[in-house]
Nanobody, 120 residues
Framework: QVQLVESGGGCVQAGGSLRLSCAASGSSRNINAMRWYRQAPGKQRELVAGITSGGSTNYADDVKGRFTISRDSAKNTVYLQMNSLKSEDTAVYYC??????????????WGQGTQVTVSS
């Protein structure tokens, strides 16, 4: 099994920055894509950014140019650098990982979430 633990959330003023981290632990053959999602109150969970094991990235339109996703494969950790934060970025941010287990099965794992609050 794989566990994902997020850190780095908090409160920041509009225009500020935060860096989220998500560390994966446990036994797996390979961690494939890693992603950040967010869920604001009353809204559905949405994809913010993703990164493949090869380093290809994708972003939601409203965070392009402001957020950067990266990963340290040696540490099984994914990061989300968030700059120029806006009040509408306020949400619980969740880490997600697509994992290949030792038996060859694929698993989809989630972290517990970390709160990001941006005050205007």
């Amino acid at each position: 099994q794989v566990q994902l633990v997020e850190s780095g959330g908090g409160c920041v003023q509009a225009g500020g920055s935060l860096r989220l981290s998500c560390a994966a632990s446990g036994s797996s053959r390979n961690i494939n894509a890693m992603r950040w999602y967010r869920q604001a109150p009353g809204k559905q969970r949405e994809l913010v950014a993703g990164i493949t094991s090869g380093g290809s990235t994708n972003y939601a339109d409203d965070v392009k140019g402001r957020f950067t996703i990266s990963r340290d494969s040696a540490k099984n950790t994914v990061y989300l650098q968030m700059n120029s934060l806006k009040s509408e970025d306020t949400a619980v941010y969740y880490c997600n990982a697509d994992v290949t287990l030792w038996g060859g099965n694929r698993g989809d794992y989630w972290g517990q979430g970390t709160q990001v609050t941006v005050s205007s």
